[in-house]
């Protein structure tokens, strides 16, 4: 048996490097706020999305989501930011043209809308020929599942009596 100075040494000098675990968790800690940070500006608390039967999820997510919240009062928040519907244009052709300078066509362009329930239709269709008029086509409206409806279900097979 060693005598005890000798063993006490050899742990004394047996220390790990955490440099590397250290990095790895600054990393995904950076990460998952980027990830909530996106998330995030897809939200606006505001917004009561209307119910819909048939709602289906995209196929595939857009590529470049331009996402627009249109409130209740027919206000628009873009990028955070609350526009009326006359002061939107200038917000969005500002975002088209610095899509297009990171050369991303404007076929590419999603419009994201998530009007509230209570938004008159007028007030959605105008955002979107206003979109239109900037040479934006590709749209997604965003709707909630209705949870309170049964699930269809096949008709059962009914014999004849």
Same mark, same amino acid.
């Given at each position: ?43 606006? /608390?505001? $917004? ?6 048939? @709602?289906?999820? *995209?196929?595939?997510?857009?590529? =470049? ?41 404007? /076929?590419? $362009? ?6 509230? @329930?209570?938004? *008159?239709?007028?007030?959605?269709? =105008? ?35």
């Amino acid at each position: 048996m060693p005598p005890r100075s000798s063993l006490h040494s050899r742990l004394k000098t047996a220390e790990w490097d955490l440099t590397s675990m250290i990095d790895v968790v600054f990393l995904l800690v950076a990460f998952f706020l980027l990830v909530i940070n996106f998330t995030a500006a897809d939200q606006n /608390e505001r $917004i009561k999305l209307p119910v819909s039967e048939t @709602a289906q999820p *995209p196929e595939m997510p857009p590529t =470049e989501p331009m996402t627009l919240h249109i409130l209740a009062e027919g206000n628009v928040v873009y990028n955070g930011t609350e526009y009326s519907l006359a002061e939107l244009p200038k917000p969005v052709d500002r975002q088209i043209r610095l899509l297009q300078y990171m050369n991303v066509p404007k /076929e590419k $362009i999603t419009v994201i809308i998530r009007a509230d @329930a209570r938004t *008159p239709s007028k007030t959605v269709l =105008e955002v979107i020929e206003m979109c239109q008029s900037n040479g934006l086509t590709r749209f997604l409206l965003r709707t909630k599942i209705d949870e309170t409806l049964p699930e269809k279900r096949p008709p059962e097979n009914i014999l004849p009596h």
